[in-house]
Nanobody
Framework: EVQLVESGGGLVQAGGSLRLSCAAS????????IGWFRQAPGKEREGIAC?????????YADSSVKGRFTISINNAKNTVYLQMNSLKPEDTAVYYC???????????????????????????WGQGTQVTVSS
């Protein structure tokens, strides 16, 4: 069973940076899509970005983070990162990661939205990590 643990959140001033980590265990191959999501108070969880562990291709679902957030992976450490720069108060949320076993080599150059949708249906969410951005 895949287990994911998020870390790296905290309190930061607007314009600051944080790097979130998603440490995974239980992966049986290199063919996973891993995604970052966030949930602000009173709002539904929303997808931010995902990455393929097969080839490192990425997809950013949230246009508001393009150019500010970067998703990356270290396969040797089974860890996915979310580097967040130029943070804004509206980025305040609990951040979660999710994983989907794809079952074969794949690239997010194709069908990225479908993978993001599958990730949103992940059924083993962790506690997440709180990110608070002050103005």
């Amino acid at each position: 069973e895949v287990q994911l643990v998020e870390s790296g959140g905290g309190l930061v001033q607007a314009g600051g940076s944080l790097r979130l980590s998603c440490a995974a265990s239980g992966f049986t191959s290199d063919d996973y899509a891993i995604g970052w999501f966030r949930q602000a108070p009173g709002k539904e969880r929303e997808g931010i970005a995902c990455i393929s562990s097969s080839d490192g291709s990425t997809y950013y679902a949230d246009s508001s983070v393009k150019g500010r957030f970067t998703i990356s992976i270290n396969n040797a450490k089974n860890t996915v990162y979310l580097q967040m720069n130029s943070l804004k108060p509206e980025d305040t949320a609990v951040y979660y990661c999710a994983a989907e076993w794809v079952g074969g080599e794949f690239s997010l150059d194709y069908g990225a939205e479908d993978h993001m949708q599958s990730l949103s249906e992940y059924d083993n969410w962790g506690q997440g990590t709180q990110v608070t951005v002050s103005s």
